[in-house]
């Protein structure tokens, strides 16, 4: 069966496939943004799933998960599910850190991003976008989680 990586699997969408997978007898590596985040889904443990921790919002801790998700095995495929609404959080959770999994995990055959239709109501403009990171673009106006939606799936066409 297959070696599969879900990001944000301890609530859920996640959560959900982490046990659909595991049921169907498929090898999962479930993700938290913290240990304790990882301590809720001990269920997940228990039945089978192994653990990974990193915070998305942080690049090196993303870094460091795809270290982590390494010494487990190639996954098979990763399902990106982590994402979050907080708009200082929005970019680098929702669009880098799947992008940066994306190039940290060669080899891994299937990459599912997980998006929403809130993305037909994402800007494509990328001016200002270096100031996402604090969840407002230069002109002051909010950056948000449909613009993130869609750069998600743009990079999903792209890969």
Known sequence: MSLVLITGAVTGLGRGAATELLGSGHDIIVHARSRQ????????????????VGDLADAEAVRDLAAQVLALGVPDAVIHNAGTMDESLVLPVNVVAPYLLTTLLPGTRRHIYLSSSMH???RADLAGLETTWVGRSADGTSRGYSDSKLYVTVLMAAV
Do not use: I, Q, T
Not at 37 to 52: E, F, H, I, T
């Open 37 to 52: 985040r990882l301590d809720d889904s001990r269920d997940l443990l228990k039945a089978g799933a192994r653990g990974v």
């Open 120 to 122: 037909r109501s994402g």
